[in-house]
């Protein structure tokens, strides 16, 4: 209890070691099969760019995708101007 009313980035800057540096990563993004090519992968990752930056401070957000799936690299990196940092 005594974190309830806490942000994630309060606990994180309380519980983590100084030598420890928190980011921000999107994971597990996906969209149901109905609903894709409708712009809703885009609008979810712009929404969660603002977060990252107007509520929680941080420059940068790290995506993880599975390399396997080419469908959402291809959206990532060429619509959306994600970079590829990791294999």
């Not at 994971?27 to 885009?42: D, E, F, Y």
């Not at 401070?57 to 599975?66: A, G, K, N, P, T």
Request: glycine share 2%; proline share 3%.
């Amino acid at each position: 209890r005594e974190y309830k009313d806490a942000s994630v980035l309060d606990i994180a800057r309380e519980l983590l070691p100084p030598e420890v540096t928190a980011v921000c990563s999107l994971s597990n993004l996906c969209t149901s099969p109905k609903a894709r090519r409708m712009g809703i992968a885009a609008k979810l990752c712009s929404e969660a760019e603002r977060l990252t930056k107007e509520e929680l401070s941080f420059d940068e957000i790290y995506l993880r995708v599975e390399s396997e799936n080419e469908a959402a690299k291809k959206l990532y990196e060429d619509k959306l101007g994600y970079q590829c940092k990791f294999e």
